[in-house]
């Protein structure tokens, strides 16, 4: 095995000879040679390059488009729909709660809703802890559409 204080030396050299004397002439002329050798770095003229294909931020702008697309822009047209159902909430509607319960709106006073949710029990709510307004329940409309269907 090497010892690592071995292995210094080697790790302190450049590819392009830095570490060498620049006094003499000879190691002038080869340090140009090398320089002759190295592959152009830029644009001599403002110092920049110019890579062909596609820009680097491209990739980047169209992932955000995509999230706004596919995310930010539903949810806020969610939001939006959300909003307006429970600014219209009004007496009589049957809504679900956020936990789930079921009853009709009994009073709906800025941000409180009391909710009738069995006979002569009513129970207040925050009017953003309504999840929806349940459509009326039309039995006729039920047995109709077995009746047709025969």
């Known amino acids: 095995m090497i010892p690592m204080t071995n292995l210094l030396p080697i790790l302190l050299l450049t590819p ?21 050798t190295l592959p152009p770095t830029g644009n001599p003229d403002n110092g920049t390059t110019e890579e062909p294909g596609l820009p680097a931020w491209l990739p980047f702008v169209l992932i955000g488009g995509l999230f706004y697309l596919m995310l930010i822009r539903p949810q806020a047209k969610e939001q939006k729909r959300r909003q307006a159902v429970l600014d219209t909430l009004k007496k009589g509607d049957e809504v679900m709660t956020n936990a789930g319960i079921y009853g009709k709106v009994v009073k709906a006073d800025g941000d409180v809703v ?29 047995d109709g559409d077995k009746d047709s269907a025969k």
């Open 114 to 142: 009391t909710l009738q949710v069995a006979d002569g029990v009513r129970m207040r709510f925050s009017r953003s802890a309504v999840s929806g307004v349940i459509g009326p329940k039309d039995e006729s409309n039920g």
């Open 16 to 36: 392009q000879g830095d570490l060498t004397p620049q006094g003499d002439a000879s190691d002038a002329s080869s340090n140009n040679n090398q320089a002759s």
